[in-house]
C-alpha cells in the first residue's frame, strides 16, 4: 500500500537558520504530494503541493519539489522564523485528491530566538 | 476560500456516555468528507470516509458500530463515538472534498476527552 516516511524530530532550529524536512513515498501510481502544517491546538492546514513530477510547490517561503526519481518530496525553507514553530506532516493521494491522503507520522519543528 | 468548520472544539464526557461531533463545509458542497484520529505526536489515521446519502466506508479496525458516522447533506457529516471510554480520548479531524475539485480542506478538530 501507499505509505509516506518523513524524518523524525524534534527539529530545533534558530531564527533566521535553513530548514529541511525530509520525505520519501512509495506509492503505486502517480501521487499528489502535499505538505501540511499543524500549529499547536489546531487543526491541518494545507501548506504547498505538488501533482506531477518536477513540479515545484510553493508558499510562504517554503518550497518543496516532487522528484519522482527519488520518490521524494523534500520541505525548504532559506530562513526559518519563530512562527514557523509547528508540526509538519507530509502527505500523498492518489489521483490528483480524489483518493484518501496518506499522511507521515509528522515532524516537530521548534525555532528558537 | 473553502472553510470546514467543527463542533464542537472541545468536550468533555463521561465514560459510558455517546457524543457527537459535527463537520460543517461552510462555502461549498462536499460530496465526500473524510474522519481522521490523531493520538498524541501521532499522525494522522483515516477512520472512515463518507458520501452524502451513503454507508461510510470504514477502515481495516475501526469499529463502525461504535464511530458511527452519518453524511446526511453536502454540507454535513457527523462523527458519534457510542459508549465512549478512556482510550477513545482523541483528537479527531475532519476534511471535506468539493466535488468540483480534488483538494481536501481540513477542520480545526475536535479535543475529546472521556474521563
Known amino acids: 500500500g501507499d505509505s509516506v516516511t518523513q524524518m523524525e524530530g524534534p527539529v530545533t532550529l534558530s531564527e533566521e537558520a535553513f530548514l529541511t524536512i525530509n520525505c520519501t513515498y512509495t506509492a503505486t501510481g502517480y501521487p499528489s504530494l502535499f505538505w501540511y502544517v499543524q500549529y499547536p491546538g489546531e487543526g491541518l492546514q494545507l501548506l504547498l503541493k505538488a501533482t506531477k513530477a518536477d513540479d515545484k510547490g510553493s508558499n510562504k517561503g517554503f518550497e518543496a519539489t516532487y522528484r519522482k526519481e527519488t520518490t521524494s518530496f523534500h520541505l525548504e525553507k532559506g530562513s526559518v522564523q519563530v512562527s514557523d514553530s509547528a508540526v509538519y506532516f507530509c502527505a500523498l493521494s492518489d489521483l490528483g485528491g480524489y483518493q484518501k491522503v496518506t499522511f507521515g507520522t509528522g515532524t516537530k519543528l521548534q525555532v528558537i530566538p | 476560500g473553502a472553510v470546514v468548520s467543527q463542533h464542537p472544539s472541545r468536550v468533555i464526557c463521561k465514560s459510558g456516555t455517546s457524543v457527537k461531533i459535527e463537520c460543517r463545509s461552510l462555502d461549498f458542497q462536499a460530496t465526500t468528507m473524510f474522519w481522521y484520529r490523531q493520538f498524541p505526536k501521532q499522525s494522522l489515521m483515516l477512520m472512515a470516509t463518507?458520501?452524502?446519502?451513503?454507508?461510510?466506508?470504514?477502515e481495516q479496525g475501526v469499529e463502525k458500530d461504535k464511530f458511527l458516522i452519518n453524511h446526511a447533506s453536502l454540507t454535513l457529516s457527523t462523527l458519534t463515538v457510542t459508549s465512549a471510554h478512556p482510550e477513545d480520548s482523541s483528537f479527531y479531524i475532519c476534511s471535506a472534498r468539493d466535488g468540483d475539485r480534488s483538494e481536501q480542506y481540513f477542520g480545526p478538530g475536535t479535543r475529546l476527552t472521556v474521563t
Open positions: 463518507s458520501n452524502e446519502g451513503s454507508k461510510a466506508t470504514y
